[in-house]
């Protein structure tokens, strides 16, 4: 089966409107992005580089993301991956980066080039991989100073 390969919704666009198909997976420049909504709680907008999770008990299969680390599923977070656009508002479209390369907003607490990265507590970060556990670490820290990870988060 051959993958899809024309989009209608530019990766640094969001939408009010679903222009492509939820969970749509796109290959670009050696980085996979998959399209989602976001799905807000108490944080307000999101920015380039904000970590997500997948919303608890829903969230993964209707393709819906938070900032918000209290609405991911406390007992299994699933780290989503990585906000592409400038900002996104609560129940817009946007193209959100999953695997390669990618530039963090914010700092990894106890971090260190080479270390894993997962979902955590903090709203709009990951933290540092424990390394035990059913979390499944989404990334490693390739530069903590300059904020570059590479992600691989689930499809």
Known sequence: MAEKQIFVQ???????TEKDIL???????GKVYKYVQLDEQSVST???????????????????????MSTGDAT????AGVVNP??????????MQIQGAASIST?????????????????RAFTRAAGTGNVRPCGV????????VVLDCVL
């Open 76 to 79: 299994t977070p699933i780290a």
């Open 141 to 148: 820290i390739v530069d903590i100073s300059a904020l570059e």
């Open 23 to 29: 969970g749509d997976i796109r290959n670009e420049n």
């Open 46 to 68: 999101v920015v380039t580089g904000n970590a997500l999770v997948y919303i608890a008990d829903t969230g993964y299969a209707a393709n819906q993301v938070t900032a918000d």
């Open 107 to 123: 700092t990894i607490a106890s971090g260190a080039d080479g270390n894993g990265i997962q979902s955590g507590t903090t709203d």
């Open 86 to 95: 400038a900002a996104v508002a609560d129940d817009e479209y946007f193209w």
């Open 10 to 16: 530019p990766l640094d666009e969001v939408s009010t």
